[in-house]
């Protein structure tokens, strides 16, 4: 099992891979002005949250080769580091009577490299890492779950308003007016992380709420869904999730609704609302893309960023 899980693990710990979230579903239908595909909801009376998920099952697949980048040496060679390390306890399992040194002989490795492993009860720190996300549920998740609500609440609160620092760390600077402060510390709460600020006390920068336990596990299952990983400029490889191509309905406005209003600025006296940021342009087509995929009325992109008009605002008024 930990085999099966190696390259997942090490691309979530080093952000160094993205991966297609494979996500089941029975039925989907196409949208008319996106190419994304939509799943067929069930929509009874109202269209409120609950009445957009799907019936139909989905869970998110992990598994190997689902990682583009896992040929890379730099990620292959933590990953062969697992392999043996689950070779090695799979034989000391076999021989319970073995320390290291008698062990060693029977996997054909020098005893320095296995000590601490059989001993002591070690494992490679990637192996820590994953047993974290795995405890708390961050790997496999079921998409109609609040775990994954939650997830992609942080996810869109990072393309946002926040970063994933070099050490893996997210940080979130949801609006203060906004609904989406709120949204982001209930979805560290929901995940188990809690909740901490930074720069309270510094009148010039803004607030920060991040991760209070297991940030950098955090950071990298986040990368792993498709959260960017450092800069976000006009210069950046920047994309959407490509979860979002597949994920219910309520999920694509939950993103919607957290990057608007995080990102968003009303113009003059007006009711339209512009997305003004550094990004390439394909990024804004996508993103247009998809508020135009859960909003009624115009949404257009332009040279900085996307406008979107008072009619489909009225769409995501979420306080």
């Not at 060679?77 to 043996?84: A, D, V």
């Not at 940080?171 to 709120?182: K, L, R, S, Y």
Request: with cysteine; aromatic share 6%.
């Amino acid at each position: 099992m930990l085999a099966a899980m190696c390259r997942f693990s090490y691309c979530v710990w080093n952000e160094l891979a993205s991966t297609r979230i494979g996500i089941t579903t029975e039925s989907r239908t196409k949208d008319a002005t996106t190419s994304r595909a939509t799943p067929t909801p069930t929509i009874s009376d109202s269209t409120t949250r609950n009445n957009l998920r799907p019936t139909n099952h989905a869970t998110i697949s992990n598994h190997r080769g689902v990682f583009r980048d896992a040929h890379r040496r730099h990620v292959r060679e933590p990953i062969e580091r697992l392999e043996t390390n689950e070779r090695v306890m799979q034989a000391a399992a076999e021989h319970p009577n073995k320390k290291s040194s008698a062990l060693s002989s029977v996997v054909k490795l020098p005893r320095y490299q296995i000590e601490t492993w059989v001993d002591d009860d070690g494992k490679p720190d990637v192996g820590r890492g994953v047993e974290t996300a795995r405890e708390r549920g961050w790997l496999d998740v079921d998409v109609e779950t609040k775990q994954f609500d939650a997830l992609n609440t942080l996810v869109a609160a990072v393309f946002s308003g926040g970063t994933i620092n070099e050490n893996d760390v997210p940080a979130f600077t949801p609006d203060a007016g906004c609904v989406t402060v709120t949204r982001v510390k209930d979805a560290l709460v929901q995940l188990g992380a809690g909740t901490k600020t930074r720069g309270d006390d510094d009148a010039d920068r803004p607030v920060e709420v991040l991760p209070e336990t297991d940030a950098s596990v955090l950071g990298r299952v986040l990368v792993a869904l498709g959260a960017p990983h450092g800069a976000k400029n006009s210069e950046a490889d920047v994309s959407l999730p490509e979860y979002l191509d597949d994920c219910p309905m309520y999920l694509r406005r939950d993103f919607v609704e957290i990057y608007v209003w995080n990102r968003g600025q009303q113009m003059g006296d007006g009711a339209t609302v512009q997305i003004i940021e550094e990004r390439p342009r394909k990024f804004y087509e996508e993103l247009a893309g998809l508020i135009r995929a859960v909003v009624n009325g115009p949404v257009y992109i332009r040279d900085d960023g996307v406008s979107i008009s008072s009619a489909a605002i009225e769409d995501l008024r979420c306080g």
